[in-house]
């Protein structure tokens, strides 16, 4: 068969007209910001604890004799694997780093040398079930943390923003974490039948309500990346006496 | 009443140009319709395949303004006066003649697929509607090829050596997830279709004109069924332990 690339039909990389480098220039531009924003704050080692809060990158705060560093850097391995290996991140930065491509008909790089995800390092992308098991574990641990926080350091009862700003992160990063297209296998989509036995009709109602989450999984993603940034942003600033917590009452 | 500039493919692969024309816009015209209006104007030798003009055939498959579509499901009033609307045929496929291109290598890739297989001595063919749902989303491709065209693995890398392409993937998957088929196809999908080429960029969905949610519902469940068999050691324990057999009734 004849290879078509260099046909007079199709001269240079696009014949497209409308704006299609906006959407990855953003996506581009999104997730530089927050990573730089992640590496700072990993680093910091500072400013991540304040009374009953405590931040999100440093949580389950793991302290060791033997580890001389941020003990973010023990933690944050298991979100961001968990997001690198998701399958919606992975559209979004093959398209806008990689340029595999850069957008629908739109060559970004061409030749015969691509081998996708079947080799090293991209074939670990299949271990993305492992990371969403670790997420769920960090997941159910800033619950406790959002639920603690309206608990103040004296024992009493508390409403502050920052705890309902922890609750919605929470919220946010559950509707991520649970919309996994992982999980929407895992809890029902490996199954080729769906009626016969119990077990099966209750795992078609988990999976049915998977698949709503997933449907937006874009959406969780964004918010939940946004939400888990500033999220930590509100606690150094708070530890840091830029602001208040905000107390309600 | 307006009239619309249309540049359209002349020619072979190795030789042909974009020729203009002059089409009289009426209401409810498509691109289809402009082409027909130049066969019986002005260019009655221009090769174009079509045959419902009701996005159901699948046939009429282009590339207009660079975006993979069928031109009689693209209305001509989305263009702007004045806008000079480009067809030109199909990237992925050696052209034949104007805008008809050569599919047949799709055919071949479909002979490669085990059918489907019920188990011989079934009788029960009741089949309840929630078992049915998702293979009757795979049901509704016409084969227009537009998948296959926009897939960067096919498209720009001409990996049709190794890759089966999204359309492909989509039968797969409504053969694997039928509730009477006892066939295996994991291991062809991850050696001979190369299911790990596809770096789910969803490109293939952004085209389908049947709107099947191809990554999402059909690609990624089947990379996930992949993963269960080849890459999930702690799964397939636990499966052996808890003795459960997903596929099948």
Redesign the interface.
């Known amino acids: 068969m004849t290879n078509t690339i260099e046909s007079k039909a199709h001269p240079g990389r696009t014949a497209r007209t409308d704006n299609w480098w906006a959407n990855p220039l953003m996506v581009a531009v999104g997730f530089g910001v927050f990573i730089a924003y992640a590496t700072f704050r990993t680093f910091e080692n500072n400013y991540f604890e304040v009374d009953q809060y405590l931040s999100p990158f440093y949580s389950p705060k793991l302290a060791f004799d033997w580890w001389h560093f941020s003990p973010a850097i023990l933690i944050l391995w298991i979100p961001a694997g968990f997001r690198a290996t998701c399958y919606y991140y992975r559209k979004a930065y093959y398209r806008a780093y990689f340029m595999t491509p850069p957008g629908c008909a739109v060559m970004g790089t061409s030749g015969t040398g691509y081998s996708g995800e079947t080799k090293f390092p991209f074939i670990l992308q299949n271990m993305h079930r492992y990371f969403f098991y670790c997420a769920a574990l960090v997941l159910l641990v800033l619950w406790y943390d959002a639920i603690i926080s309206f608990r103040a350091p004296d024992g009493r009862f508390t409403v502050s923003l920052l705890s309902l700003f922890m609750c919605l992160n929470c919220y946010l990063l559950s509707g991520y974490t649970f919309g996994c297209h992982a999980w929407r296998h895992l809890c029902g989509g490996a199954v080729s039948c769906f009626s016969k036995t119990e077990q099966q009709k209750a795992q078609f109602r988990i999976w049915h309500f998977v698949t709503k989450l997933n449907e937006h999984h874009q959406g969780w993603a964004w918010a939940s990346l946004f939400s888990v940034g500033l999220t930590d942003l509100y606690i150094r600033s708070v530890a840091a006496k830029i602001i208040p917590p905000g107390v309600l009452f | 009443m307006r009239k619309a500039k249309l540049k359209v ?1 002349r ?1 072979t ?5 974009f020729k203009d024309y002059e089409v009289q816009v009426e209401e409810g015209m498509v691109v289809l319709d402009a082409i027909h209006a130049i066969q019986a104007k002005d260019s009655p030798d221009l090769a174009v395949r079509w045959n419902c003009k009701a996005a159901k055939c699948g046939s009429c498959s282009a ?1 207009v ?4 579509s069928l031109m009689c499901k693209t209305r001509m009033d989305r263009f702007e006066e004045g806008e000079e609307i ?1 067809v ?2 199909i ?5 034949i003649k104007d805008l008809v291109t050569d599919v047949s ?1 799709n055919y071949e890739v479909n002979k490669k697929i085990k059918g489907f297989s019920p188990a011989p001595d079934d009788k029960e063919w009741i089949i ?1 509607q ?2 049915i749902d998702r293979v009757q989303e795979f049901r509704k491709c016409i084969e227009c090829f537009l998948c296959q065209n ?1 897939c ?2 096919l ?6 050596d190794a ?1 089966m392409g999204p359309r492909f993937l989509v039968r797969t998957a409504g053969l ?4 009477k ?1 006892t066939a295996n196809r994991m291991q062809y999908l991850k050696d001979e279709g ?1 299911i ?8 293939c969905t ?2 389908c004109p049947e709107d099947i949610h191809i ?2 519902n059909a690609i ?2 089947l ?6 068999e ?3 050691p ?2 397939k324990v636990i499966k052996k332990i808890m003795g459960t057999d ?4």
Do not use: S
């Open positions: 493919y020619g692969a190795d030789a042909g140009e590339e303004n660079g975006m993979p480009r030109a045929p990237k992925t496929f050696p052209i290598w309840h929630e078992d926009v960067h693995v498209r720009d890398h001409d990996r049709k890759f694997e997830m039928h509730p088929d190369h790990g080429m596809c770096n789910i960029t969803k490109c952004e085209v990554t999402d990624i469940p990379k996930e069924r992949v993963v269960d080849f890459y999930d702690l799964g997903k596929k099948g009734w």
